[in-house]
């Protein structure tokens, strides 16, 4: 008899009495290996099961910036958190739960952060005298009674799964990457989810390696029913679905999101989508969707470095169709000569920064909003541009429909900014009735009659004219245009009149902007204004916060030049203002020079999300300020 045969026919046996069923609210899992122990897959794997069971979620894929670390090595650690729960989910949590850890280096590196009483999983086939050499342990963590403020369950996933598959025909090699669905699969029967699904998942994922897929499959279901028949399991959890609004739902990620929010601007427009891009973390799956997306009619180009990919979009727009390119990091700054050249054609063109951590190369792969100033203000010149920012996965869809709305209305380049923790997350998003998305309408100009390149609407843009229109041929260029013509003009009342309307149309887009929304009081003790991917920990502390008597409101900015025209009468009415950000104070500087107010700061730069208790104890040491 096979070792799955054996676990199985004990699972069997093991059902006669099952274990005992714990409700629970919500739960936080992390996964955490080496960089080539698929725990990226594995906690994709959960969080689609997540989400076909009705539960609320979010994710926070963590992975080194190292391509290759070496194995076992404390920083080749990658990670997969995931928090579901019953009830509407804003972040990835703030401490796990449970940890699932591969190897030594995975367990201390994320030792710290598992909550007291919490769950470990130990994959006790990896913990060898040589990896525990190279996570820097002397005598092992699961033999010397440190981990004993947790309940820590030792599996051998390396062996069990070699012996699972031992008459798979693989390789030891390939034998061994399949452990992580032996874990998938031990998490699925310890929180009540099916095999079925996933089983058809993995076939259609390894469906040119079929004997890897069948391999992966009997991985998982021997996981699975080694769950269900140990006695050391004593019992099984189960999470109740959440109570969502009604409709078709589907996981995506932000940078998913973002591409299909392209699609839909195009579609809504009528106009075709053009990306020039050069590949670049975390930025590069934007590429990746939309060359999927052709028969959209969309258009991928991937470019020989970063000034080539805006270059291409900007040629793209001149020919009357939807400019786009993506980066991140340093790619922006490479981009910054050819924006100031989109400012001064006053074409349409969208620019999307997954921000990361920075300078230079800095933290490729780890979160950060790090590049808010140089969206405002990094370019030669007074070359304003709009800013927008999306606040989780699911609104990059909405942003990416904004950001085009924008700039085809007031002929101008958009920087949407985006970044690694929403690009790469994960979340429920709601697929919209399509009769429901913003109307996006483009005027092309055709008639020749008085026809002056740079004569502006109401909007102050200029008109948009595909090249070759007859009798509408224009010049176009980075030199100074005459303020109608748009002939070449050095003069300088002109150059001021031509820099003093650029600004004006930026600062025009204010008045067509909806009214800032605020929870909580519309006055009172503290306002709390974010703006993009710190939201989620922002509503959830909130909430704490109110729930303990606090009098606190929160105001999340998604245009951030211009500012909402609102906002500045809004903070007027709070004797505080909290601005948490992942950064040492961008939008604190923005919002004192323009309202000259003071601000209470709280700044994280640490490559990882705010937990919700930092924002929380930040609340209540500024409540409590003003009570005295």
Known sequence: MSGLAEV??????????????????????????????????????????????????????????????????????????????????????????????????????????????GIIIANSGAFTDNNLAKAGYAISPLADGSLGAYRVYQIDISGLTAQALKDSGLSKKDIGRCKNFYALGLMLSLYSRPLEKEEEDIRQKFARKPEVAEANVLALRAGYAYADATEMFITSYRVRAAEIQKGTYRSLTGNHATALGFVAASELSGVPLFLGSYPITPATDILHELSALKHFNVTTFQAEDEIAGICSAIGAAYGGVLGMTTTSGPGMALKTEALGLAVMLELPLVIVNVQRGGPSTGLPTKIEQSDLLQAVYGRNGECPIPVIAANSPADCFDCAIEAFRIAVKYMTPVILLSDGGIGNAAEPWRIPDPASLPKLEVKFRTDPEGFQAYARDASLARPWVRPGTPGLEHRVGGLEKDFLTGNISHDPVNHQRMVEVRAAKVDGIAADMPPLQVEGPPEGDLLIVGWGSTYGSIVQAREQAVAEGCSVSHAHLRHLNPFPSDLGGILKRYRKVLVPEMNLGQLSRLLRERYLIDVAQLNKVQGRPFKVSEIHDRIIELCNEVSK
């Open 8 to 117: 199985v026919e004990a699972g069997l046996e093991r059902r006669a009495s099952p274990r005992p069923v714990e409700e629970l609210d919500s739960v936080v899992i992390r996964f955490v290996g080496d960089s080539g122990d698929g725990m990226q897959l594995t906690g994709t794997g959960f969080s689609r099961a997540i989400a076909k069971a009705g539960h609320d979620f979010a994710t926070h894929p963590d992975y080194p910036s190292e391509i290759r670390a070496p194995t076992g090595t404390l920083f080749g650690v990658s990670g997969y958190q995931i928090q579901f729960a019953s009830r509407q989910v804003f972040t990835s949590g703030d401490a796990p739960d449970v940890l699932v850890a591969m190897n030594p280096a995975a367990l201390k590196t994320n030792l710290s952060d598992v909550k007291p009483g």
